[in-house]
């Protein structure tokens, strides 16, 4: 089964957990920019532990 799940937030809602999650065990991330340097989305993930959400 695969799960989409789309959620619009505000950049710097966005970029503020971004920060927050990359600094958690196994953050892997990447953001995809059009050539003119505008981001098209991102993806990341991380080892969830007790007390990340």
Do not use: C, Q, W
Not at 4 to 18: G, H, M
Not at 27 to 51: D, H, Q, R, T
């Amino acid at each position: 089964m695969t799960v989409l799940v789309f959620i619009a937030l505000e950049p710097s809602t966005t970029k503020d957990r971004f920060l927050k999650h990359s600094d958690y065990e196994g953050f892997k991330g990447y953001i995809i920019k059009y050539e003119e340097g505008n981001s098209v989305g991102f993806i990341y993930g991380y080892i969830s532990l007790p007390g990340h959400y």
